[in-house]
């Protein structure tokens, strides 16, 4: 994987630090947030039901999440779970204050999520269970304005019965594809020196003090290792009394490499987001509209078809595919690791691929339907506003054919690239390094990867 210096950002950037532990400014960009996110919701309920004309459609699932994708994962991580408005309005009722900390017991029941329920499977169900929806959910402004406020019901209702950010932590489908890309940031959290969390006997950081809350994602930096595991809340940063917790660069992909954190519920996500990114490039960009009428609902009978070949591909065959492969892969080294944990360890090699599928994917819809934000953003409602001078622009390609698939053919290829290279990695790891035993190891795990770069390439230039 490709480096890059390891610096310590609060170090190198004074006034960066100081923003980062002001206690305004998270909620005063989450006020922000949470009003665009009422915007979005009041036009999809009150506004036209012309997608291409709403703001609810235009701004949520073409501009933020181009921005989100394209931008701000690849190089933030979870820098989005920082200012996110979907729990801000739990959080702050449970919290009983926005800006300042608020001492003693907080507005909760309180309750223990359930040690079972502590992993990604009801993220990936919830995930699933939107993008099944999700012709529908991105074409119609009302279905979309209903199950955006779903969401912040659903994490309101967490924050008042559970303790902590439950929601974000286990439940929310954004969170759970932001927690797998973002193990591919070259920006994390952690601490500067673990041994001072060892000496420390208070853990401020995780019970809170004057300063601040205690870690909401119940987690302890001290021992933290990945960037899934951090929503990017600050809180540790405003408590630790000694100055022991900071922001860095590190090397791409670093987390990749955790033996210790490579779970099922998380290789499935890697899955279920790729196997997302090349159904939704058939049905969306693809030349067969009628999958596109049957996602549409065209009939009960078609949608349901359409939902159970789209929930096979996701849970049956690219993982069944892939366990063929890991089974080859070890029967031409005599690997001693168990099937299961090749398995498992070699799904995170396609997550480079996963989130260049979804770059690539996202730059094609961008860049045909992105100039409908202009003309929206002037007349949110479609009610024949002209706020800013903007809602008689008509809709144009943002870029011409030829650079848009330049742009996908470089980001599929540098996820390959990276995902050949996270294979030779895990296959050091299961072979002692033993070169000969590592390559035919690599092999059939990017061969797998190569394949899906040639089916996207296809669908996209073909």
Not at 32 to 47: E, M, R
Not at 146 to 163: H, K, P, R
Not at 333 to 350: M, W
Not at 438 to 452: D, H, N, Y
Request: aromatic letters at 12%; glycine letters at 8%; charged letters at 10%.
């Amino acid at each position: 994987m490709s480096a890059t210096n390891h610096v310590d950002l609060l170090v190198r950037y004074p006034a960066l630090k100081r923003l980062l532990k002001s206690r305004l400014f998270q909620p005063a960009v989450m006020l922000v947030t949470l009003t665009a996110f009422t915007l979005a919701i009041l036009a999809g309920v009150f506004g036209t039901p012309a997608g291409s004309r709403n703001f609810g459609i235009i701004f949520v699932w073409i501009v933020w999440w181009a921005l989100l994708i394209i931008g701000v994962i690849p190089v933030f991580g979870r820098l989005w779970c920082t200012v996110c408005p979907i729990p801000a309005p739990g959080e702050w009722l449970q919290r009983r204050g926005i800006v300042q900390r608020a001492l003693g017991k907080p507005r909760t029941l309180g309750l223990r999520w359930p040690r079972q329920l502590k992993n990604m499977w009801l993220q990936n169900a919830g995930f699933l269970a939107v993008a099944t929806f999700s012709a529908i959910i991105l074409t119609r402004p009302a279905v979309s304005a209903w199950a955006l406020l779903g969401f912040v019901v659903v994490a309101t209702a967490t924050s008042l019965l559970f303790e902590k950010r439950i929601f974000c932590k286990y439940l929310c489908p954004v969170g759970g594809f932001i927690g797998l890309y973002s193990l591919l940031a070259p920006t994390e959290l952690r601490v500067r020196d673990p041994e001072v969390c060892l000496s420390h006997r208070t853990k401020d950081c995780v019970t809170g003090n004057e300063q601040g809350y205690g870690c909401p994602w119940l987690t302890y930096p001290g021992t933290l290792a990945r960037n899934i595991d951090c929503g990017l809340c600050m809180e540790c940063l405003k408590t630790c009394p000694r100055d022991n917790v900071s922001v860095f660069t590190r090397t791409v992909g670093a987390d990749l490499f955790v033996p210790k954190g490579r779970r099922l519920d998380e290789a499935y996500k890697g899955f279920i987001m790729l196997s997302c990114a090349l159904l939704y490039s058939a049905v969306l960009l693809g030349p067969w509209g009628w999958i596109k009428n049957w996602a549409n609902l065209q009939t009960p009978l078609h949608w349901a078809l359409y939902a159970l070949g789209f929930l096979a591909v996701n849970l049956l065959i690219v993982p069944g595919l892939f366990w063929l492969v890991t089974w080859i892969s070890r029967k031409l080294t005599s690997e001693q690791i168990k099937q299961r944990q090749a398995f498992i360890d070699y799904a995170y090699t396609l997550v480079p691929l996963g989130l260049a599928a979804w770059i690539a994917f996202s730059i094609s819809f961008v860049l045909t339907n992105g100039s409908y934000a202009l003309a929206v953003l002037s007349d949110p409602f479609g009610w024949g506003w002209n706020l800013f001078g903007t809602a008689g622009i008509t809709w144009a390609p943002l870029a011409a054919p030829g650079l848009t698939a330049f742009l996908q053919t470089g980001a599929l290829v540098t996820g390959l690239v990276f995902a050949a290279q996270a294979a030779y990695r895990v296959a050091l790891q299961h072979t002692a390094g033993r070169q000969v035993q590592v390559l035919r190891a690599t092999l059939p795990v990017a061969g797998f990867a190569f394949a899906l770069t040639l089916a996207f390439l296809w669908l996209y230039l073909g």
